[in-house]
């Protein structure tokens, strides 16, 4: 069973430009988790979506955003980039109803 | 007072000895807790659950959780090399509108020494 995917691997962008990143969960699950892990502040939840719907999100500013597609795959976009917004963007999935969350590779986010 | 807390260590642990991890958290009403191990640049892996309180035992690994003293730990025996890694705790919390949006503690660092 293939795991949680997520592209691309690195990205680097520079100061005020907008950032895409997508995630496909694992086959069967309708959960989609986004977490940023910036150097020395651990992992923090950005945002949740489940069967299409945003259902919960962190304390980030509206410039983090996302969606979910029909085919329960996600995108996590970032406008306005910030140095400070250079971190591992990482994608969880779980199963509907299940608590249980298994993280994609993680995308690399470089702001210069 | 931080959600879930763990001590960043590093814990440095002989090879073949028992590793002691702890963490704490803040949420009485959290329901489910996990363990995730994370090696350098890489996303963490699921090591495993637990949601009663008691001993839970896969492997190597044991978590225990004390709902009372809202606490959870993870004893590693026979402790590797491959173990040195970044041990995260993550919780989730008794508000439903939340969702299953996991807390993570800062992580305690190990160490295993050959």
């Known amino acids: 069973e293939a795991g949680v995917t997520q592209s691309p691997t690195h990205l680097i962008k520079t100061r005020g430009q907008q950032a895409t990143l997508r995630c496909s969960p694992i086959s069967g699950h309708t959960s989609v988790y986004w977490y940023q892990q910036a150097l020395g502040l651990g992992l923090q939840f950005l945002l949740w979506?489940?069967?299409?719907?945003?259902?919960n999100r962190g304390n980030f500013p509206p410039r983090f955003s996302g969606r979910q597609f029909p085919n329960y795959s996600s995108e996590l976009n970032v406008n306005a980039l910030e140095l400070e917004d250079s971190a591992l963007y990482l994608c969880?999935?779980?199963?509907?109803?299940?608590?249980?969350?298994?993280f994609g590779p993680g995308t690399r986010l470089t702001v210069l | 007072q931080k959600e879930v807390e763990q001590n960043s260590g590093p814990l440095s642990v002989p090879e073949g000895a028992i590793a002691s991890l702890n963490c704490t958290y803040s949420?009485?009403?959290?329901?489910?807790f996990f363990w995730y191990r994370q090696y350098s640049g890489k996303s963490p892996e699921l090591i495993m659950s637990i949601y009663s309180n008691g001993d839970k035992e896969d492997g190597r690994f044991t978590a225990q959780l004390n709902k009372a003293s809202q606490y959870v730990s993870l004893l590693i025996r026979d402790s590797q090399p491959s173990d040195s890694a970044t041990y995260l705790c993550a919780v989730t919390g008794m508000i439903k509108a939340a969702g299953n949006k996991l807390t993570f503690g800062g992580g305690t660092r190990v160490l295993v020494k050959p």
């Open positions: 969880a999935s779980s199963s509907t109803g299940r608590d249980t969350q298994y």
């Open positions: 949420d009485r009403g959290s329901q489910s």
């Open positions: 979506y489940d069967e299409g719907e945003e259902r």
